[in-house]
């Protein structure tokens, strides 16, 4: 099996059905997943089912981002090729026909007698895999992709007055959401599908589950705010910008501005400093949006059985500072 570089967790199931069966492999990628995890050591964390999973996994702690982008990152964890190799970093690229025709683990698998099958964000949607998440070469099916992925970024957030906007923290209502759900929801609910049809299956499976959350918008079901109150969430010491930083170095992080509660802030470009009270709320928020996930996971994992190799990692984090 060609290595994967990247991961978090790595959890090697004991196989008892004698030297011959292959196992399945379930590989879940998080979309901006860093280690605010409690098996990371953050004691705010809220992540049982993750810290469970650690529990029993390799847990790999010196691990670094091939590079802070989500489709070039993605390209090189899939392709087990350094960005420096495949010379994308970008999401403009598709690697087969820009650098080569390098074969993908999940093609790999499918090689090998693997069925092959994609649900959510694993590579990059778009251009930067040939608009297809690079079917029919590393996926035996098309790749499933929840219907209300059209409506991450529209205007579905109530504000203090109503009305509905595009916010970069939003907690909400899961019934009030266009068709009553969220896009990570639905990719768990076809993942359960998938794994409870392939359960008496003779040919083994390689499944990937991409998850959304907590990528921006932090867009979640109200009720994981109460894991995080307020009055714990700390604010980071180097929070300053040194005056010594290049400025190609300085992330104005432009497309957050163009959020309806950070407009508000009229926080100035590009160096304007995020006020305290609305940084807590941001990491309250990002919190809330991994326990989440953290619940999709552990959702996921109850119909997992116990020939089965599960990875957990993220596309393009860094460890806190």
Not at 81 to 86: A, G
Not at 145 to 166: A, I, Y
Not at 191 to 204: G, Q, S, W
Not at 223 to 251: E, M, Q
Request: charged share 20%; aromatic share 12%.
């Amino acid at each position: 099996m060609p290595p994967i570089t990247v991961v978090i967790f790595l959890l090697l199931v004991k196989l008892e059905l004698g030297n011959c069966a292959k196992p399945n492999v379930l590989l879940i990628i998080v979309d901006d997943l860093k280690p605010s995890l409690r098996c990371f050591g953050d004691r705010n964390a809220y992540t049982p089912n993750i810290d469970r999973l650690s529990e029993k996994s390799f847990v790999f702690r010196n691990v670094f981002a091939q590079q802070a982008l989500c489709a070039p990152s993605r390209n090189s964890l899939l392709t087990s090729r350094r960005p420096n190799s495949l010379h994308l970093y970008d999401f403009y690229s598709y690697w087969r026909s820009t650098v080569g025709n390098f074969t993908t683990i999940p093609q790999y698998f499918r090689e090998n007698g693997y069925h092959t099958y994609s649900i959510g964000k694993v590579f990059h949607p778009g251009k930067s895999s040939n608009f297809t998440d690079d079917y029919p070469y590393s996926w035996s099916t098309p790749t499933f992709h929840p219907k209300t992925e059209q409506f991450m970024n529209s205007p579905v957030c109530v504000d203090q007055n109503g009305s509905l906007v595009k916010n970069l923290i939003c907690p909400v209502i899961i019934e009030s959401q266009p068709d009553g759900t969220l896009p990570d929801i639905e990719s768990l609910n076809e993942a359960v599908r998938y794994l409870e049809y392939r359960r008496n299956a003779t040919k083994p499976y390689f499944l990937a589950v991409g998850f959304h959350k907590p990528h921006v918008p932090f867009k979640f079901p109200f009720k994981y705010l109460d894991y995080h109150p307020i009055k714990n969430v700390s604010l980071p010491t180097n929070k300053d910008r040194p005056s010594s930083l290049p400025l190609v170095a300085w992330n104005p992080w432009t497309d957050i501005r163009l959020r309806h509660d950070i407009e508000l802030l009229n926080v100035s470009f590009p160096f304007g400093p995020m006020p305290d009270h609305m940084s807590r709320k941001i990491i309250q928020a990002y919190n809330a949006a991994t326990t989440y996930v953290d619940d999709l996971i552990g959702q996921l994992l109850v119909h997992v059985d116990p020939n089965t190799i599960v990875i957990l990692t993220a596309d393009h984090v860094c460890k806190p500072a």
